[in-house]
């Protein structure tokens, strides 16, 4: 089992500019995350999904979407980055509600907009 | 609004020594805590976890206390060895929700 992937691990994006980031997991988990880490800030919920084809807005959803249309991937799209979207990018996953299943972490993505 | 609070950025221990790190929570619905742990450029992982019908559980040498009445809660790392050196997340969430909210974490770094 490789768990969670993501790529790339590292991106420098323009302002303006836009990107995806890929999120895949391989353990039949039906919930899938999208935390942002700033600095001192801890884990920001971006995006969650409970199930294919279901999505919801967690704490910081703005300049962000996402789509899930298969249980195994739940990409992140960003759109006209913006400086302020600088950050180490996590996906994770669990079997079921987080308080019960433990969530699984991919490595991250560091991106940096300039 | 930071429903879940680690005040402490940073704590420095010497090996063989307790660990305690804090955590402090807002939200009366939250029911159950985890604790995740995370080293440099990796994702992080369970820790370790309580649900609200306890105060306390342990596995090895790390132990959560859980004081609902100050709602706060601490984990315990005894003896502390240089591998623990981690960032440590605290998390929240309320039975039957589908996230967990964190807090900032707090960088432990054990001394030789």
């Known amino acids: 089992n490789a768990g969670v992937t993501q790529t790339p691990k590292f991106r420098i994006l323009k302002i303006g500019q836009s990107m995806t980031l890929q999120c895949t997991q391989d353990?039949?988990?039906?919930?899938m995350y999208w935390y942002r880490q700033d600095p001192g800030m801890g884990l920001k919920l971006i995006y969650y999904s409970v199930g294919a084809g279901i999505t919801d807005k967690g704490e910081v959803p703005n300049g962000y979407n996402v789509s899930r249309s298969t249980t195994e991937d739940f990409p992140l799209r960003l759109e006209l980055a913006a400086p302020s979207q600088t950050s180490v990018y996590f996906c994770?996953?669990?079997?079921?509600?987080?308080?019960?299943?433990?969530?699984?972490f991919g490595p991250g993505t560091r991106l940096t907009v300039l | 609004d930071q429903q879940v609070k680690q005040n402490s950025p940073s704590l420095s221990v010497q090996e063989g020594r307790i660990s305690i790190l804090n955590c402090d929570y807002t939200?009366?619905?939250?029911?159950?805590f985890l604790w995740y742990k995370k080293y440099p450029a990796e994702g992080p992982t369970f820790l370790i976890s309580i649900s609200s019908i306890k105060d306390k559980n342990e596995d090895g040498r790390f132990t959560v206390f859980l004081n609902k009445s100050a709602k706060h809660l601490s984990l315990h790392i005894v003896p502390s060895q240089p591998g623990d050196s981690a960032v440590y997340f605290c998390?929240?969430?309320?039975?039957?929700?589908?996230?967990?909210?964190f807090g900032q974490g707090t960088r432990l770094t054990i001394n030789p």
């Open positions: 353990m039949n988990h039906n919930y």
């Open positions: 939200n009366s619905m939250f029911d159950y």
């Open positions: 998390a929240a969430s309320a039975s039957g929700a589908q996230k967990l909210v």
């Open positions: 994770a996953s669990s079997y079921g509600e987080p308080a019960y299943n433990e969530q699984f």
